[in-house]
């Protein structure tokens, strides 16, 4: 197997087999991640891909799944993505998932028909960075998109017959715009109607253009009770009809798993609990040194 490291993933694709179909982000400009900074974005040959899938079928005969790596693969044309998604069900005919990244950014633009075109071919889901559903906040770490793009690039990956995972980084807005930050990505939320919300933690590293903003002073972290309090907000706001809600990443102080709307309330009563206490350990500073 060929990889140009770091190689990223979603936790959940930890027992996927990852193929490289692009390396990078295209976009590559967020300034809270700091995943491709090392990367210059580019497309790997259909031909490329193939061989790749082919050397990983002499080591790995039956993965459960295949996570098409890097960081938006779905910016690929179309017809290339076609031959990539069907070489891969060639290798491995009884794949349970192919899954990919794919920005709002670079699905608003595309047809309804060509997504759908995806799935025919073995697509099942694809994993959205909303992080913020305030339009500030978006401009401020510059995505590339607003809320309104993200919802319509949702719906139409809806209309695909696609599965949507949707990102959410808590603490994005730091301390000035949490409530802001919680109650807008509630909202936009409410517009998507993902099929998973998965919730990650703002962590700060060196080599995060953020993290300068945290050195000067110009952003003001959030403390685990922040971070919870913004939870709770968020869950109070979300209306979605049938979603799970995740928090498995290990950026996460307090876990949190349930479907929407049924686990709503118990959710909110587990968070309740945790901030009745005077000093939980779950929300105590941690040191995380890599995502």
């Known amino acids: 197997m060929r990889y140009e490291e770091p190689v990223f993933r979603p936790p959940c694709e930890a027992d996927s087999l ?3 179909a692009t390396i990078g982000c295209p976009h590559n400009r967020c300034r809270f991640c ?3 900074k090392m990367k210059k974005y580019r497309v790997r040959s259909v031909e490329e891909i193939e061989a790749d899938l082919r050397m990983a079928k002499l080591v ?4 459960p799944g295949v996570f098409l790596a890097d960081g938006n693969t779905i910016a690929m044309r179309t017809r290339d993505l076609v031959r990539v998604l069907d070489a891969a069900r060639r290798n491995f005919p009884r794949v349970g998932s192919i899954t990919c990244y794919g920005a709002a950014r670079f699905i608003r633009g595309r047809k309804v028909e060509d997504l759908a075109l ?4 073995g697509l099942k889901r694809i994993y959205m960075g909303l992080e913020s559903g305030d339009d500030e906040i978006l401009k401020m770490v510059d995505k590339g998109a607003t809320a309104d793009d993200h919802v319509r690039a949702a719906h139409k990956v809806k209309e695909a017959g696609i599965e949507l995972s949707v990102y959410v980084l808590a603490g994005l807005g730091g301390k000035a715009r949490s409530r802001e930050h919680a109650i807008n990505t509630a909202k936009t939320l409410n517009r998507m109607e ?3 919300i998965r919730v990650r933690t703002l962590v700060l590293m060196p080599g995060f253009p ?3 903003d945290l050195l000067k002073g110009t952003f003001q972290e959030c403390t685990g009770r922040d971070i919870a309090i913004e939870k709770r907000l968020l869950l ?3 209306d979605v009809s049938d979603s799970a809600f995740l928090s498995d990443h290990v950026s996460n102080y307090l876990p949190l798993y349930g479907k929407l709307p049924r686990d709503k309330q118990k959710m909110i009563e587990l968070i309740d609990s945790v901030l009745a206490e005077d000093d939980p350990a779950c929300l105590k500073p941690r ?5």
């Open 60 to 63: 790995w005969f039956d993965p």
């Open 236 to 238: 109070e706001n979300l």
């Open 287 to 291: 040191r995380i040194t890599s995502l």
């Open 118 to 121: 995806l799935k025919e071919h």
């Open 194 to 196: 993902p099929d998973y």
């Open 210 to 212: 953020m993290y300068e």
């Open 34 to 36: 700091g995943m491709y």
């Open 18 to 20: 990852i193929i490289q």
